[in-house]
C-alpha cells in the first residue's frame, strides 16, 4: 500500500510509525504537541500517543536539545523540533560541546540516539532568524551527521533511518517545498541510508550536485536548457555529513565538469567542499573550472530580497550553459 503524500505528511506518517514501532520514540519542541508543530508536521501525535511521549516545551532551544541528552543517555529516542533552523543558535552550545561529542568523550560507552528536525532555508517571506541554512556549520562538526530530503518518499525514508541510528542526526527539512507537490509514499517502516546520495538523471556534459528545496530548481533549469543539447547528470546529495564523495567524483570523471548548487552563502560552503574533494581526486578529468551557484555572503534578506538571494532555475540554467561552453 501507497499514499500520496506532500513532504510534511511523509514526515508525519514516518514519526507516528516509528513512535508505533519504538515506544523509546519521543517527540517533543516548541508548541509540536497540542498544536502539532508551525507547519503541522506532528499533527495528531499527542493524541494518538498522549502527553508523555509527544509534548510542548519550553521557548528554550538550549533546554530542548540538553534535555535530549540526558534522555538519549537514557535509553530514550528524542525527536526534537526547533521551530526555525534560525532559532537553533541558542542550542549550539549542547549541541557542539555534549550532543556531537558525547561517544567520544565516554569512549564509545554512551551514544545518544537523537534527532533535531527544524525547518530550514527561504522561501516563505519569513521573518529574520527563519530563513537560514546552516548546513555547512554543523558538517564542520564531527560526531554530527546531516540529512536533508527533498522529496517525500526520501522524507520518511531518511527520518526513520535517523531515528533509528546510534547517533545524533540534524535532520533539516526545506520548508519551502514542504507542500510543494505529493509523491507515492509507502505505508509501513523503511529506511534509506545516511550517507548515499542518489543520482536524479544521467547525462555526460555536466555533473551538478545539490540538494533541499534546490533540487526543484535545478530540475526546472535543465528543462529551460532542453533544447541546447547538453545532457547534465544531477545528483541529490541527501546527506551533507557523511558525504557520499563516490557520486560526485565518479560522476565528474564521466562528464569532466562539476556545477554545486545550494542556497547557503557562498564562501567557506559545502560547495567549496565538494569542489575542493573533486579536485583532490579527479582534477584531471576537469574540461571546465568547478563552479558554485550559490546564495551570496550576506545576512538572508527580508521577504522582498528573496528572489534576488535564492538561485533561480534562470540563474542556474545560465550557469550551466556557461559551464558545458566554456
Known amino acids: 500500500m501507497a499514499n500520496t ?52 516545551s519550553p521557548l528554550a532551544e538550549s533546554a530542548i536539545a540538553g534535555t535530549a541528552v540526558g534522555m538519549a543517555i537514557n535509553g ?24 556531537a561529542r558525547m561517544r567520544n568523550r565516554s ?19 519569513a521573518l529574520e532568524h527563519h530563513s537560514e541554512s546552516l548546513e555547512a556549520v554543523f558538517a564542520h562538526i564531527p560526531g554530527l ?11 520518511k525514508g531518511l527520518l526513520i533511518a535517523a531515528i ?45 550536485v545539490t540538494w533541499g528545496a534546490m533540487v526543484r530548481d535545478v530540475q526546472k533549469a535543465v528543462d529551460l536548457i532542453k533544447d541546447e543539447g547538453i545532457r547534465p547528470e544531477i545528483i541529490d546529495l541527501r546527506t551533507i555529513s557523511p558525504m557520499d564523495r563516490d557520486s560526485f567524483v565518479e560522476s565528474v570523471k564521466k562528464t569532466g565538469r562539476i556545477l554545486v548548487v545550494h542556497e547557503a552563502p557562498k564562501s567557506f560552503g559545502t560547495g567549496a567542499e565538494i569542489i575542493s574533494i573533486v579536485n ?3 582534477f584531471l578529468y576537469l574540461e571546465a573550472p568547478p563552479t558554485r551557484l550559490t546564495g551570496f555572503d550576506t545576512t538572508f534578506p527580508l521577504p522582498r530580497g528573496e528572489k ?19
Open 280 to 282: 583532490e581526486k579527479a
Open 107 to 125: 569512549r564509545g560507552r554512551y551514544n545518544l540516539p537523537m534527532v533535531i528536525r527544524t525547518p530550514y532555508g527561504g522561501g516563505i517571506r
Open 5 to 56: 503524500l506532500n513532504i510534511v505528511q511523509a514526515i508525519n506518517q514516518a514519526l507516528m510509525e516509528e513512535m508505533e514501532n519504538d515506544e523509546t520514540v519521543v517527540v517533543y519542541g516548541e508548541d509540536v504537541g497540542l498544536e502539532g508543530g508551525v507547519f503541522r508536521a506532528t499533527v495528531d501525535l499527542q493524541k494518538k500517543f498522549g502527553k508523555e511521549r509527544v509534548f510542548d
Open 164 to 208: 533509528r541510528d546510534p547517533d545524533p542526526v540534524l535532520f533539516w527539512e526545506p520548508k519551502r517545498i514542504y507542500r510543494a507537490f505529493k509523491q507515492e509514499v509507502p505505508e509501513g517502516a523503511y529506511e534509506i541510508p545516511i550517507g548515499k546520495a542518489k543520482i536524479l538523471q544521467e547525462g555526460d556534459d555536466i555533473t551538478i
Open 76 to 99: 530514550l529516542k528524542p525527536v526534537v523540533e526547533m521551530q526555525f533552523s534560525g532559532f537553533v543558535y541558542p542550542a549550539f552550545n549542547q549541541i557542539i560541546s555534549h550532543i
Open 308 to 326: 534576488h538571494y535564492i538561485p533561480s532555475p534562470e540563474r542556474i540554467a545560465k550557469t550551466i550553459v556557461d559551464v558545458v561552453r566554456y
Open 145 to 155: 551527521k546531516v540529512v536533508i530530503p527533498s522529496t517525500p518518499y526520501d522524507a
